[in-house]
């Protein structure tokens, strides 16, 4: 019987699972490598900890590990439904809130190694955590993407530490109610992607579709509907998909360094962003809020016909 510690919070109604022990044992090498292992030959406990009957489609896992850089509090993984993550904006809003309620960090400013670079948090001591992200950029604007039932959309392409395309004209509801709607369109969008052979400008998979429309909270200045890798839509405004939106508004001129955006998500979430200059390349920061909603062992036993979680 195996035994794995971890810890559930949630982010802006997104929750994150961490995992502080009985995880695999992934060796030395930078997180990029350290993930690889994991997607190659640990598969199954990623499936054990997020998918049903443990988790859900909706659960982020991220795996703690220690750092390369002694600087670095901890190296993080992060992982879905499907696979691994890149990097995971409310997945590190939760990661610092859920140290912090163990008492392993304080308020101040802690640097995390993830597969894309290290990120830095600044930690209140309570539920609030500003990310500085990794370095992001609009990739190509106003592509057009043949979407099945419903013609030609267009969007921009960028990275905010994982492959967004977004789209803001696209006559969709971004209502609760509507999210069955929401999914399919979105997905019906990556499919376009895929078909025609639309990628990031380093060749990765565009796996994140994010839609926006006028925000319902007088203030915030719009919002959004993210579908995740997995098919899954996330209940916050996406700390990565946030970033992407940044990029995108920086290199039109829409937005300022140091300007406040907020995001809201499709339950109504918040997080704030802004960027500061980096070349040609902006570095967003994130700031969210999340809450731990327990702490628990899980037991994978080889005799449950369920071990490994139920994948698709
Ligand atoms: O907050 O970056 C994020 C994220 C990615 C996937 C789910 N949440």
């Given at each position: 019987m195996r035994s794995i510690q971890v810890v559930d919070s949630h982010t802006g109604g997104e929750p994150t699972r961490v995992v502080l022990a009985g995880g695999p044992d992934l060796g030395t090498g930078s997180m990029a490598d350290r993930r690889e292992l994991f997607r190659t030959r640990f598969d199954a406990f990623r499936s054990a900890v997020?998918?049903?009957?443990?988790?859900?489609?909706?659960l982020v896992g991220a795996l703690l590990c220690p750092p390369v850089d002694p600087d670095c509090a901890a190296g993080v993984i992060f992982f879905n439904n499907v696979g691994m993550l890149n990097m995971c904006g409310h997945g590190t809003i939760g990661l610092a809130v859920t140290l912090g309620h163990l008492g392993q960090i304080g308020a101040g400013v802690h640097r995390f190694e993830t597969p894309v670079g290290v990120v830095s948090v600044e930690y209140d001591g309570a539920h609030t955590a500003t990310i500085e992200n990794v370095p992001s950029w609009r990739a190509a604007t106003n592509v057009s993407v043949e979407v099945a039932g419903h013609g030609v959309v267009y969007g921009d392409i960028a990275w905010g530490g994982n492959w967004f395309f977004l789209v803001s004209d696209h006559g969709q509801a971004l209502d609760l109610a509507c999210v069955d709607e929401l999914t399919e369109f979105s997905w019906r969008i990556r499919e376009g992607l895929v078909r025609q052979g639309l990628t990031g400008d380093d060749g990765g998979e565009i796996d994140h579709i994010e839609l926006f429309g006028p925000p319902h909270a007088v203030g915030n200045d719009s919002r959004n509907f993210v579908l995740c890798p997995g098919k899954a839509y996330d209940r916050s405004p996406c700390g990565t998909g946030t970033s992407a939106k940044l990029a995108c508004l920086y290199a039109a001129g829409k937005l300022q360094p140091g300007e406040i955006w907020r995001q809201e998500s499709i339950v109504g979430s918040v997080f704030e962003g802004w960027v500061r200059e980096a070349g040609n390349r902006v570095i967003p920061s994130v700031r969210g809020t999340a809450w731990v909603t327990g702490e628990a062992t899980l037991w994978l036993d080889p005799t449950d016909p369920f071990e490994k979680g139920i994948r698709r």
């Open positions: 997020v998918n049903e009957p443990r988790g859900s489609d909706v």
